[in-house]
């Protein structure tokens, strides 16, 4: 009985504990950030990155004079193609999101390993500015060999694994049609 009791007590506790930690955790802002790239090759030599990052307030509170910036795409390796690598908003509030996107042009053949970006915000009851950090992205490798696209891949799979059973099914249903339908020098004989 006093077992029973002493895991009922600290179950009690920890819930509390949990519940106080969910409420001061909630007090303000909390920005999470997504960053996502698209490769497009648009000819041999050519290849865009389409840049997308989804920033969103899960906190209780707005936060304000919101900035992104994501500099980590060398010059060397990167032309701006549509769009900035920075963006400021006024405010994000609580439960909201925002989205950014732009667009680069590779110059080099590489495997790009890029930076997550950094958004800033600033919290009334704070002097100091705040900082959050996007996901980083997965390795880009830009203007790699690959192989040619294969769009009936799944034709040829779902033939192979099923070509035979569909045979005989449509066998069965010339069949069973050819069976069922009158032959049209039938129906000539009974008119006559």
């Known amino acids: 009985m006093a077992d029973c009791a002493r895991k009922f007590l600290l179950a009690t506790v920890l819930a509390l504990l949990c519940f106080s930690w969910t409420i001061t955790a ?9 960053k996502k790239a698209a490769l497009t090759r648009l000819k041999s030599d050519i290849e ?5 990052i ?17 500099d980590n795409w060398s010059q060397d390796v990167f032309e701006i193609v549509a769009g900035n690598t920075s963006m400021s908003w006024e405010r994000l509030d609580a439960g ?11 110059k080099k053949k590489t495997v790009f390993y ?3 970006a950094v958004i800033t915000f600033r919290i009334p009851t ?22 040619p696209e294969k769009k009936f891949d799944w034709v040829k799979k779902l033939t192979a694994k099923y070509g035979s059973l569909i045979s005989v099914i449509s066998i069965v249903v010339l069949f069973v049609y050819l069976i069922a ?10 008119k006559r």
Request: aromatic letters at 8%; a negative charge; charged letters at 20%.
């Open 126 to 147: 704070k002097a100091a500015l705040q900082e959050a950090f996007s996901t980083p992205i997965l390795p880009l490798d830009i203007l790699a060999d690959r192989p």
């Open 96 to 106: 909201a999101s925002l989205s950014h996107s732009f667009e680069l042009e590779a």
């Open 54 to 70: 989804d920033i969103y307030n899960e906190g209780s509170a707005t936060a304000y004079d919101v900035s992104l910036y994501d």
């Open 114 to 116: 890029g930076a997550p």
């Open 48 to 52: 865009r990155i389409s840049i997308s």
């Open 26 to 34: 909630s007090d303000g802002p909390f920005i999470v950030a997504h």
């Open 181 to 190: 339908s009158p032959s049209k020098s039938n129906a000539a004989k009974k």
